[in-house]
């Protein structure tokens, strides 16, 4: 617990001037770095990084590091999260860290508390060029320099969040960190991506990196015997138990020899299969299947099996956790959506060639979801000749062709391509100049080629330029209107629901979503915590009404803001008319509003569009509505 007087503890810092100054918030008014966090986004334009109320208690996941504020991509109020690095973070004495004004000049944040000490506040100027072009270059060479520089000053490992050369030239940068084990950095990285919070911590607050830990303890809830009685209670299970049941997917599932989100979802993907930019959502299902088959389940899969789960290369994002998701291979964590957007989304079907694309983006510091995706744009666009190789400063077309494909040799060399347009990326004069989003240099490189080129990329669009590539599943939920997406905020299912009814469901997903966010507890536990949470917080706090209460109106306050635009891409319309076509004609779903659709859009794709999209928009808002009806 956060002492006897439950109060949020937030340190207050001015990078402009190095003012800072605690600020105390009682819990019952807030509940934690998200509600809290839009608060001081539309007060102060902050940028808030937290722990949840739960952090440093036995409960497993529950030290997740919430980063929250107006996101430079999105271009409305967004929420990322980091596994484990909030078990170092409770260790400074406080809750959440909040950052206004730039520093004059590029700095690294130092924030250290030994015992009862106040805390320790320095900002040390430095040169980013120099940094990320030593070591092991990028985002790793931040954390380098970082413990290099500050390391001997903690008794206890610090942990250090750092951007890469991606948070300068673009507005989706991410943020990057990984555990410290006596003194030295470990490869089991861990990101912030979503969002683009690197970008705004380098652009908007001048920062490279923060260093952070101490000594200090907080009254943290350590009752093991009460969480198993909450347990007990609610699942007439212990909560060592229960945590392993419902974490297996994540572990190793028994049901497909495999684990991780990546072994899980490739294993049961089949025909669902995204690869070449969307164009599978075309093909016949077959000829999907036959794909997942060939070049999925009897290679890229089968590497993974092969060198990560069967050796038991796993690892914890940093905190103890029975899940052990982070799936090593060396210096490589296999998570699905980055393998899958820098994976068969871009042509790659190998794990060496997709290795190499993915770290080579980590180390740039990209946001790897949506750097994926805009890839696999800028090469399906190569591959048909709407755009010239010379024109995105490369000289090279990529390997797409089906018939004849090389899985080893062509995956390598699209791996080889796609580096060298994240290097035009990066560079002040290079040929894909990303400052403004992507969504805007789409618009202009539609002007110059064609409409089609814009049609190519999948995307959601969100105001005058908000741009955030989708989750990696084929489902129509992926491209609802919601306030935030690109997160699991939505209804993410295989199954059909009528647009207006999928709106309603992802408004629900929503709330349960901002309840594991605000308290800082990682979604991979989300079966029991969903369920037992608000107990927890009514018997720690007294608290239980005026949290499930504050949901409610923090999800209220986020979609009242909801500049959501309509689908800008045909391939968004496709891949949910595609995705309808599937459900009644491969998997024989009987149900008359499904045959409603499927004929709409075979009639008038546009129109049908329109509704489907603005239904889902009113589900939304009937669900968060400040007042429902």
Same mark, same amino acid.
């Given at each position: 617990?956060q002492?006897?007087?439950?109060?949020l503890k937030v340190?207050m810092?001015d990078?402009a001037?190095?003012?800072?100054?605690?600020?105390?918030?009682?819990?019952g008014?807030?509940f934690?770095?998200v509600?809290?966090g839009?608060?001081?986004?539309f007060?102060?334009?902050a940028?808030?990084i937290g722990?949840?109320?739960?952090?440093?208690s036995?409960?497993p996941g529950?030290n997740?590091l919430?980063?929250?504020?107006i996101?430079?991509?999105w271009?409305g109020?967004?929420?990322?999260?980091?596994?484990g690095a909030?078990?170092?973070?409770d260790?400074?004495g406080?809750?959440m860290?909040s950052?206004?004004?730039?520093?004059?000049h590029?700095?690294?944040?130092?924030?250290?508390?030994?015992h009862g000490?106040?805390?320790?506040?320095?900002l040390?100027?430095?040169?980013?060029e120099q940094?990320?072009e030593?070591g092991?270059?990028?985002?790793?060479a931040?954390?380098?320099?970082?413990?290099r520089m500050?390391g001997p000053r903690?008794?206890?490992?610090p942990?250090?969040l750092?951007?890469?050369p991606?948070?300068?030239?673009?507005?989706?940068?991410?943020?990057?960190?990984a555990?410290?084990k006596?003194?030295?950095?470990t490869?089991v990285?861990?990101?912030?991506?979503r969002?683009?919070?690197?970008?705004?911590?380098?652009?908007?607050?001048?920062?490279?990196?923060i260093?952070?830990?101490?000594?200090h303890?907080?009254?943290?809830?350590?009752d093991r015997?009460?969480?198993?009685?909450?347990?007990?209670?609610?699942?007439?299970q212990?909560m060592?138990a229960?945590?392993?049941?419902v974490t297996t997917?994540y572990r190793?599932d028994?049901?497909?020899n495999?684990?991780g989100t990546?072994?899980a979802?490739?294993a049961?993907?089949?025909?669902d299969?995204?690869?070449?930019?969307y164009?599978?959502?075309y093909?016949?299902h077959?000829?999907?299947?036959d794909?997942?088959e060939?070049f999925?389940?009897?290679h890229?899969?089968k590497?993974?099996?092969?060198?990560t789960?069967q050796?038991?290369?796993q690892?914890?994002?940093g905190?103890p956790c029975?899940?052990?998701c982070k799936?090593?291979?060396?210096?490589y964590k296999?998570?699905?959506e980055?393998?899958?957007?820098?994976?068969?989304l871009?042509g790659?079907?190998d794990q060496r060639?997709?290795e190499q694309l993915?770290?080579?983006?980590?180390r740039l510091g990209?946001d790897?979801v949506?750097?994926?995706?805009t890839?696999?744009?800028?090469?399906?666009?190569?591959d048909?000749?709407?755009?010239?190789p010379?024109a995105?400063?490369v000289?090279?077309?990529?390997?797409?062709?089906?018939?004849?494909?090389?899985?080893v040799?062509?995956s390598?060399h699209n791996?080889?391509?796609g580096?060298?347009?994240?290097n035009? #990326?990066i560079l002040p004069?290079?040929?894909?100049?990303l400052?403004f989003?992507?969504?805007?240099?789409a @618009?202009r $490189?539609? !002007? &110059?080629k064609?409409?089609?080129?814009?049609?190519?990329?999948?995307?959601n669009?969100f105001?005058r330029?908000?741009?955030?590539?989708?989750?990696?599943y084929?489902?129509?939920g992926?491209?609802?209107p #919601?306030?935030i997406?690109?997160?699991?905020?939505m209804?993410y299912g295989r199954?059909?629901?009528p647009? @207006?009814? $999928?709106g !309603? &469901?992802?408004?629900?997903r929503?709330?349960?979503?901002?309840?594991?966010?605000?308290?800082?507890?990682?979604r991979f536990h989300?079966?029991?915590?969903?369920?037992?949470?608000?107990?927890?917080?009514?018997d720690?706090?007294?608290e239980?009404d005026?949290?499930?209460?504050s949901?409610h109106?923090?999800?209220? @306050?986020i979609?009242? !803001?909801?500049?959501?635009?309509?689908?800008e891409?045909?391939?968004?319309?496709d891949?949910?008319?595609?995705f309808?076509k599937?459900?009644?004609?491969?998997?024989?779903v009987?149900?008359p509003?499904?045959?409603?659709w499927?004929?709409?859009?075979?009639?008038d794709?546009h129109?049908a569009?329109?509704e489907?999209?603005y239904?889902?928009?009113?589900g939304?808002?009937?669900?968060?509505?400040e007042?429902?009806?």
């Amino acid at each position: 617990m956060q002492g006897s007087n439950h109060e949020l503890k937030v340190l207050m810092l001015d990078t402009a001037t190095g003012f800072y100054r605690m600020q105390r918030y009682r819990v019952g008014d807030f509940f934690g770095p998200v509600d809290l966090g839009i608060h001081l986004a539309f007060k102060h334009n902050a940028l808030t990084i937290g722990a949840g109320l739960l952090a440093g208690s036995v409960l497993p996941g529950s030290n997740r590091l919430i980063f929250a504020g107006i996101s430079p991509c999105w271009h409305g109020f967004y929420v990322s999260s980091m596994g484990g690095a909030a078990l170092v973070f409770d260790n400074l004495g406080i809750n959440m860290l909040s950052l206004v004004g730039k520093a004059p000049h590029p700095s690294l944040l130092y924030l250290n508390r030994n015992h009862g000490e106040e805390i320790k506040v320095e900002l040390i100027q430095v040169v980013p060029e120099q940094i990320w072009e030593s070591g092991r270059q990028g985002v790793y060479a931040v954390m380098e320099a970082a413990i290099r520089m500050f390391g001997p000053r903690y008794e206890k490992d610090p942990r250090v969040l750092a951007v890469g050369p991606a948070a300068c030239f673009t507005d989706f940068g991410a943020v990057g960190s990984a555990p410290v084990k006596k003194g030295q950095l470990t490869h089991v990285d861990t990101w912030a991506g979503r969002g683009g919070f690197g970008s705004k911590l380098f652009q908007e607050h001048g920062l490279l990196g923060i260093i952070y830990g101490g000594t200090h303890i907080d009254d943290d809830f350590r009752d093991r015997s009460v969480a198993d009685q909450w347990f007990q209670d609610k699942f007439n299970q212990r909560m060592a138990a229960k945590d392993m049941e419902v974490t297996t997917k994540y572990r190793y599932d028994l049901k497909f020899n495999t684990g991780g989100t990546f072994g899980a979802n490739y294993a049961a993907m089949d025909g669902d299969i995204l690869a070449f930019n969307y164009r599978t959502i075309y093909w016949s299902h077959e000829a999907r299947r036959d794909l997942h088959e060939r070049f999925i389940l009897n290679h890229y899969l089968k590497q993974f099996n092969e060198e990560t789960i069967q050796t038991k290369q796993q690892r914890t994002c940093g905190e103890p956790c029975a899940a052990v998701c982070k799936k090593m291979h060396g210096i490589y964590k296999k998570d699905y959506e980055p393998y899958q957007s820098m994976g068969p989304l871009c042509g790659i079907f190998d794990q060496r060639a997709a290795e190499q694309l993915n770290h080579h983006a980590d180390r740039l510091g990209f946001d790897a979801v949506s750097v994926g995706g805009t890839l696999a744009w800028l090469m399906d666009c190569l591959d048909d000749g709407l755009i010239a190789p010379a024109a995105l400063g490369v000289n090279q077309k990529p390997r797409w062709e089906m018939s004849t494909f090389d899985v080893v040799g062509d995956s390598m060399h699209n791996a080889e391509l796609g580096m060298a347009l994240l290097n035009q #990326m990066i560079l002040p004069d290079g040929k894909i100049v990303l400052q403004f989003g992507v969504r805007k240099f789409a @618009r202009r $490189l539609s !002007r &110059e080629k064609g409409r089609q080129v814009l049609d190519r990329f999948v995307y959601n669009a969100f105001a005058r330029q908000g741009w955030m590539v989708p989750n990696q599943y084929w489902t129509p939920g992926a491209y609802a209107p #919601m306030a935030i997406t690109g997160k699991y905020y939505m209804y993410y299912g295989r199954d059909f629901l009528p647009p @207006r009814e $999928l709106g !309603r &469901e992802s408004a629900q997903r929503m709330l349960k979503e901002l309840m594991l966010d605000n308290l800082g507890i990682c979604r991979f536990h989300r079966a029991w915590a969903e369920t037992l949470i608000p107990d927890i917080v009514g018997d720690l706090f007294g608290e239980k009404d005026a949290f499930l209460s504050s949901l409610h109106m923090t999800a209220s @306050r986020i979609t009242s !803001r909801n500049a959501s635009v309509f689908w800008e891409s045909e391939r968004n319309m496709d891949m949910v008319f595609e995705f309808l076509k599937n459900k009644k004609r491969i998997d024989g779903v009987s149900h008359p509003e499904l045959d409603h659709w499927v004929e709409f859009f075979t009639r008038d794709k546009h129109a049908a569009s329109y509704e489907f999209w603005y239904d889902m928009h009113k589900g939304i808002h009937e669900m968060l509505r400040e007042y429902p009806v």
